[in-house]
């Protein structure tokens, strides 16, 4: 089995509350949509600047090609699968951040989760589910959750998901089987009402684009849970084309296989304005 690194964060308001989970009741899948990252770095990560910027987000483990870091004890709670009470998958229910455990697949420099990356998180998967018992349906997205694009490979094709859950069955020495029923997200789009979305160009630079435009986009990409800034007030839609809004424009653009370069432009409005219908 792939080695897997005890390394907890730091007890913390922001990534590692303390609290204890009420019970192992699922495994809910993650990318980390960071290219190039390591599970080191995002370690680091979430005991160091997560907490510096006052936002809430964690997960157990974090895989990569190499290595499996485990960041958060498996009994406590880490803030991965839970966003304005939203739980749509009924074992999980009301809150996935209390009943289940996080595993975020690292990113390669190219966007994708390599293939050694995604074995070395099913092996980590199949170890949890023979610990506590659990069936390979009991394996869900971060999308199943709460219909937030994560992970985006297995988002645009569910098939993902299913080869990835045959793969845990098979270390499990289970013999091949029909997909089990998915959990279907409830009808509903994220968006209530509708957005109006600028055209032309917007970016990060100096000084900084702002106004009602800025903001327009700032809205649109948090009604997707792209948020410029989750853990600051009103989630950072502030008006300001900063640093932040750059970064949730580069995740949005990533996650939906446009050129990552946190450059709003056409094409990352018709996607956007595509996804709000």
């Known amino acids: 089995m792939v080695k897997v690194v005890k390394n907890y964060v730091k007890v913390n308001k922001y990534t590692r509350p303390g609290l204890k989970l009420s019970g192992v009741k699922g495994i809910v899948m993650h990318w980390t949509a960071t290219p190039g990252a390591s ?8 005991n160091g600047t997560c907490i510096a910027d006052k936002r809430y987000a964690s997960a157990h483990y974090f895989v990569d090609r190499k290595e499996v870091q485990l960041i958060i004890p498996e009994n406590e709670v880490a803030y991965h699968a839970h966003d304005q009470n939203r739980c749509y998958v009924s074992f ?8 289940a455990i996080g595993v975020e697949m690292c990113v390669e ?3 994708q989760i390599h293939s ?16 506590y018992g659990l069936s390979t349906d009991k394996i869900v997205r971060h999308y199943d959750v709460t219909n937030k694009s994560c992970p985006a490979p297995w988002v645009r094709d569910s098939s993902q998901l299913s080869a990835f859950r045959k793969k845990v069955d098979s270390i499990l020495g289970n013999k091949s089987k029909a997909a089990p ?6 009808k509903g789009k994220p968006a209530a009402k509708k957005y109006t979305l600028p055209t032309g160009i917007y970016k990060y630079k100096s000084p900084m684009m702002k106004g009602t ?17 989750k853990g600051a007030k ?3 839609i502030d008006g300001y084309y900063g640093p932040n809004t750059a970064n949730a424009v580069k995740r949005f653009q990533l996650m939906h296989g446009l050129s990552a370069d946190g450059i709003y432009g056409p094409k990352t409005k018709a996607k956007i304005e595509a996804l709000l219908k």
């Open 213 to 229: 435009a800025v903001r327009q986009i700032q809205e649109a990409l948090a009604a997707l849970y792209f948020y410029p800034d």
């Open 181 to 186: 029923k998915k959990e279907t997200p409830k």
């Open 109 to 111: 420099k190219n966007g």
């Open 234 to 236: 009103n989630k950072g």
């Open 116 to 131: 050694e990356t995604i074995q070395n998180a099913a092996e980590v998967v199949a170890d949890l589910c023979r610990r």
């Open 92 to 99: 999980l229910k009301p809150n996935a951040n209390t009943k």
């Open 39 to 46: 599970a080191l770095n995002e370690r680091n990560y979430f």
